[in-house]
């Protein structure tokens, strides 16, 4: 029941963003363009997670979209300005596609996602749902003169002043900081 309100929420999330141009200069930003989940705009409740725990409220499962964005945006020149971790991992270990901690967990109206535009070109994200997967790409006006490839080796914990960050080797570089994500131009 709550997998399929998730899908619900979904539907009316991506009518705000499908097709969403971010233009040079611009900023995205994931509440900006969806606003607060509200039953009157017709969500409902859906999975949460919140505080290192699995819970139920109005627009659960947009965190998935937040997700696919991200990813998207990894692999292009935008700038990631605001991204949060989940409390958790929610992606399964065993058959794990995505790089650890690859997830970007967003909660209105304090934790949001925002990338900034900082070339010259227009990028444009599509997003849909098919019977089985939220799906997107993103566009960019001119072809760009690289390619983004991520890769995940060696991750790793440690505890440093008191907090607790990534290791992890992407494409061969070893680098250190809470976001675990690098990302290689080819």
Same mark, same amino acid.
């Given at each position: 029941m709550?997998?399929?309100?998730?899908?619900? #929420?979904?539907?009316?999330?991506?009518?705000?963003?499908?097709?969403?141009?971010?233009?040079?200069?611009?900023?995205?930003?994931?509440?900006?363009?969806?606003?607060?989940?509200?039953?009157?705009? &017709?969500?409902?409740?859906?999975?949460?997670?919140?505080?290192?725990?699995?819970?139920?409220?109005?627009?659960?499962?947009?965190?998935?979209?937040? #997700?696919?964005?991200?990813?998207?945006?990894?692999?292009?020149?935008?700038?990631?300005?605001?991204?949060?971790?989940?409390?958790?991992?929610?992606?399964?270990?065993?058959?794990?596609?995505?790089?650890?901690?690859? &997830?970007?967990?967003?909660?209105? #109206?304090?934790?949001?996602l925002r990338f900034f535009n900082p070339t010259n070109d227009q990028f444009q994200f599509h997003v849909w749902l098919t019977d089985q997967h939220l799906k997107g790409i993103v566009f960019c006006e001119n072809e760009l003169p690289f390619s983004y490839h991520l890769e995940e080796r060696n991750h790793q914990f440690h505890h440093i002043d008191g907090r607790i960050l990534e290791r992890t080797k992407y494409g061969g570089e070893s680098l250190i900081n809470e976001l675990g994500i690098f990302c290689m131009k080819n």
């Open positions: 709550l997998q399929e309100n998730k899908i619900t #929420n979904l539907r009316i999330a991506l009518k705000s963003m499908d097709g969403i141009v971010l233009k040079p200069g611009e900023t995205f930003s994931f509440w900006h363009l969806i606003g607060k989940p509200k039953a009157s705009k &017709g969500c409902i409740d859906g999975l949460l997670l919140s505080q290192g725990e699995v819970k139920t409220g109005i627009g659960g499962g947009l965190c998935q979209l937040a #997700n696919l964005l991200f990813w998207l945006a990894l692999h292009t020149p935008l700038e990631i300005t605001e991204r949060h971790h989940h409390s958790f991992d929610p992606f399964p270990d065993e058959n794990r596609v995505l790089p650890f901690g690859s &997830g970007a967990s967003v909660f209105f #109206n304090y934790v949001d």
